[in-house]
């Protein structure tokens, strides 16, 4: 399975655009990319997912690279209700794949 | 839809007794998995099933031991219970197919203290 190493923690206001990068720099070509969303006391929400370029859904846009050794989630105009960690996955869409879940990055949305 | 749920919410074990922890889906998912999450940390699979009547290890499988004999449930065992699985224990569940094992989604969680 691919490491990921993404920002231990990262800051951010009300309002504004948040972009969180995941470096795979050993992502296989049958790799997808997903990331997830934790508040504390809960389980891991779904956000997304992607194999190259973009991809858009209601909650964020995930930009993949042509050489695919990185990824970024932008969470665009981000609220209080934002804070959350993110996870960032990568692994083949195989049956019975196991997802590794990293550290995460802590994102805290101040007022 | 209930989605995901698990049984009990909470749970304080002594050292050597066992007990079982329930997940149930209402969502028709062949997937479901067994993850524990320790503070600060993230999650890690124990085991995981593909289908009814199937199990598979995970990356932290020793310790517990798990049953899949209806397809919405997915019962996960301590037989001996460590103070090393003190833990929140997330139970999962997903589609077949080629994304499926990747939108997994999780129950509530179960906080389990072993003294």
């Known amino acids: 399975l691919a490491k990921t190493t993404q920002p231990i923690s990262m800051d951010s206001y009300e309002g504004q655009e948040v972009n969180i990068t995941c470096s795979h720099n050993n992502i296989a070509t049958n790799d997808y990319i997903t990331w997830y969303q934790q508040f504390p006391s809960q389980g891991p929400r779904f956000i997304i997912q992607g194999y190259k370029t973009k991809v858009t859904n209601e909650v964020a846009s995930l930009f993949i690279p042509a050489d695919r050794k990185s990824s970024t989630l932008s969470l665009p105009r981000v609220s209080l209700s934002d804070t959350a960690v993110y996870y960032c996955?990568?692994?083949?869409?195989?049956?019975?794949?196991?997802?590794?879940f990293g550290g995460g990055t802590r994102l805290m949305v101040k007022p | 839809n209930a989605g995901v749920t698990q049984t009990p919410k909470f749970r304080v074990l002594k050292t050597g007794q066992s007990m079982t922890l329930l997940c149930a889906q209402d969502m028709n998912h062949e997937y479901m998995y067994w993850y524990r999450q320790d503070p600060g940390m993230g999650l890690r699979l124990i085991h995981y099933?593909?289908?009814?009547?199937?199990?598979a290890k995970g990356e932290v499988p020793d310790g517990y031991n798990v049953s899949r004999l209806k397809k919405q449930n997915f019962l996960l065992g301590l037989e001996s219970a460590a103070p090393s699985q003190t833990s929140v224990y997330f139970c999962?569940?997903?589609?077949?197919?080629?994304?499926?094992?990747?939108?997994?989604?999780f129950g509530p969680g179960t906080r389990l203290t072993v003294t």
């Open positions: 996955l990568v692994g083949p869409n195989n049956a019975g794949n196991m997802l590794t």
């Open positions: 999962a569940s997903s589609l077949p197919g080629p994304r499926g094992s990747h939108e997994q989604y």
């Open positions: 099933s593909v289908g009814e009547g199937t199990t």
